[in-house]
């Protein structure tokens, strides 16, 4: 005989210190204390209540870098999710330093694919049994191998690589716990919407999955997907909304009998303020605002970065800098490093590095013409023809045209003229992004290391920033047809 309850399940996913409200149309919208506000009063409203985030609480926030990602988990504490999961960037610190934070949560971090190569030990709890009002909630936690490049240096770390051997952990979670009498079973992951869609089509259906929360992508749906009766949804990017599932568990069954979803605007219309979530972010923001209100320039306009893959003013103004303080032929900038759409015309340092938040280093590459051609083809093959993420904005002087129909780079022009295939090229590449060149770049960095032609020529790229930004005023920057799609 079926026997019916119901569920409220709260999420979020990638909210990247977004702790403040902003005004938008003469209200409020966003921060912590609207977010937290909607949560609580949820929570007292509905007799089954949970909240969980898909990963990159970390990151995008003064607060957040100042204080090494302390004062996120300190307000995420302020938040009391039931479960988390992690995202790539909760990792920006250090492993060591992500399983220190993870002691200063009071709430269950989870991940099933994290582990230590030797004796294949996991580093986090794969997955959370909540138990609520009879019902059996399972939470299995996945990452994005991405994970994996960012701790490349730590060689006894591992994850699972691809998207089936990630559908082969859930799947052995799952058999473990069939003794369990499981109500419902969610995935928490943050591998990126199309391969939430993937990890969906691989999944038994014997196995009972029936949510996907997903992150990183910052895909934001108007409806879930459904693929083999599993609901797959995210929820954008930042704090200025809220997923919200309104389940009916039929756990006779062990199944879903019906559900609602909606996305829930985070604002003074639909949300009360946190006063106590208010008085830890007012001690943190006076702590970083003496250090961090300091005025380093004024540019002619506002600056715009308002997509990852095409060029923008940003992308332009940041590769044009480091290019000319390192003495470079070529800036490759990665353009997921710039981390918010508009650069105020007013640049403080907190701005600066709310917009670039790194610091690990710039490498110089020398490579012929030849070489330079091939990492260019290569990279645009990665990126639009076999699912890979990353993308990079060019300095001056580059001028690369795509054929979206032919799916190839037609043309590589360098201050108007093609690349000499003898001549040298200096290249600047970030340390993120020359430890993973040969996934991305089609680049070997040991060969390029071994043979005398990658050198670290700067060990912080923020510092040469903040001094050329204090040392310049009045920049004027515009597109200039570094990056061509032709149609």
Request: net charge negative; aromatic share 8%.
């Amino acid at each position: 005989m079926a026997n019916y309850k119901k569920l409220t399940l709260l999420h979020s996913n990638d909210m990247h210190g977004d702790f403040f409200e902003e005004t938008q149309n003469d209200s409020l919208v966003g921060g912590v204390s609207l977010l937290s506000g909607y949560i609580k009063q949820t929570k007292k409203t509905e007799k089954n209540c949970l909240y969980t985030i898909s990963g990159d609480m970390l990151q995008g926030s003064v607060i957040d870098a100042e204080f090494r990602g302390i004062s996120t988990i300190d307000i995420m504490n302020m938040l009391n999710p039931d479960v988390v999961t992690l995202g790539n960037h909760e990792i920006d610190y250090g492993l060591a330093h992500l399983l220190f934070l993870e002691k200063l949560a009071k709430f269950p971090i989870i991940n099933a694919n994290l582990y230590i190569k030797p004796s294949k030990t996991r580093l986090f709890q794969p997955y959370y049994l909540k138990e609520i009002d009879g019902m059996k909630i399972l939470f299995v936690g996945i990452i994005t191998e991405e994970v994996l490049s960012s701790v490349i240096s730590e060689e006894l770390i591992s994850t699972l690589v691809d998207v089936q051997e990630a559908a082969r952990e859930v799947e052995k979670i799952c058999n473990a716990y069939k003794r369990v009498d499981i109500d419902f079973t969610v995935l928490l992951t943050h591998i990126g919407y199309e391969n939430d869609l993937k990890l969906a089509e691989l999944l038994k259906p014997e196995l009972g999955v029936d949510l996907i929360i997903g992150g990183h992508s910052h895909t934001l749906l108007e409806q879930p997907t459904k693929i083999k009766d599993i609901l797959i949804t995210q929820v954008g990017v930042g704090t200025n909304q809220i997923g919200r599932f309104d389940l009916v568990i039929d756990t006779h069954r062990n199944c879903l009998y019906d559900y609602t979803w909606q996305v829930i605007p985070v604002d003074d219309q639909h949300c009360p303020r946190d006063p106590k979530i208010e008085r830890i972010l007012k001690g943190y923001k006076e702590q970083t605002d003496q250090k961090y209100n300091r005025i380093l320039c004024k540019l002619k306009k506002d600056l715009t970065h308002p997509s990852r893959i095409e060029e923008t003013e940003v992308g332009n103004l940041f590769s044009d800098m480091i290019k000319e303080q390192l003495g470079l032929d070529l800036m490759c900038l990665g353009t997921g490093s710039l981390r918010n759409e508009v650069l105020e015309s007013i640049i403080t340092l907190g701005e600066l590095k709310e917009m670039y938040p790194y610091a690990a280093g710039i490498y110089a590459l020398e490579l012929s013409g030849e070489a330079l051609e091939a990492m260019i083809h290569h990279l645009f093959q990665q990126r639009f023809s076999k699912g890979g993420e990353e993308f990079f904005a060019w300095s001056k002087g580059m001028s690369i045209t795509y054929n979206q129909n032919q799916h190839q780079v037609t043309s590589i022009l360098y201050y108007g003229k093609p690349l000499d295939p003898q001549q040298k090229y200096t290249l600047g590449l970030q340390k993120f992004h020359f430890d993973n060149a040969e996934t991305n770049l089609g680049l070997i960095p040991e060969q390029l290391l071994a043979e005398h032609r990658a050198k670290l020529i700067c060990t912080n790229e923020f510092d040469l920033l903040e001094e050329y930004f204090s040392t310049h005023q009045d920049l004027e920057v515009e597109l200039e047809g570094r990056l061509i799609f032709e149609p």
